[in-house]
């Protein structure tokens, strides 16, 4: 029967490794965010925009890039099993008897008159012998990521480092 392996495979889930995967793949993805947001600000401050005759980067304008962070995880798991087993025995025996007369017309038993006797057994048993098992299960990630402002020292070295280059 398959159904026992599945139940002892969910038994045997792998909780603490699936919470480290979950752990290092929001580490991964932060840091993934993280120098996306760099290689961003790094455009921008190569990117020149010409305003009247002076020609300024985005970021000496204003322009940000847009950090992002994720400020929550969680990892779901339910799980349920069951198992049953049950096991019927019955029978029934029955004996019927029976004894005819013989029809005399004086209607006295004369001798040397047989009478007729029947009897009859049935005899019924039944065994039976059910197996049910059942395993469900269900998971969720969700995460959640929202934008923050570049840090503000990041934004003044870029600036300064700027303003050096303009120099």
Not at 15 to 24: R, W
Not at 32 to 48: G, H, P, T, Y
Request: aromatic content about 8%; hydrophobic content about 40%.
């Amino acid at each position: 029967m398959e159904t026992p392996k599945v139940i002892q495979q969910i038994a045997n889930a792998p909780l603490p490794m699936m919470l480290e995967k979950l752990g290092m793949s929001i580490a991964n993805a932060q840091s993934a965010l993280d120098a996306n947001s760099i290689r961003l600000a790094n455009e921008m401050a190569s990117i020149k925009v010409n305003v009247g005759d002076d020609e300024y980067n985005l970021l000496s304008l204003g322009f940000t890039p847009t950090f992002y962070a994720f400020t929550e995880a969680s990892l779901e798991m339910k799980m349920e099993f069951s198992m049953a087993e049950s096991e019927n025995y019955g029978g029934a025996v029955a004996f019927n008897y029976g004894k005819s007369k013989n029809d005399n017309s004086g209607g006295e038993e004369q001798s040397g008159n047989t009478s007729t006797q029947m009897f009859g057994v049935s005899v019924s048993a039944h065994y039976s012998r059910k197996f049910s098992a059942s395993a469900e299960g269900s998971s969720s990630i969700a995460a959640k990521i929202v934008s923050l402002p570049p840090p503000d020292i990041y934004l003044e070295i870029l600036k300064s480092t700027l303003n050096k280059k303009e120099e």
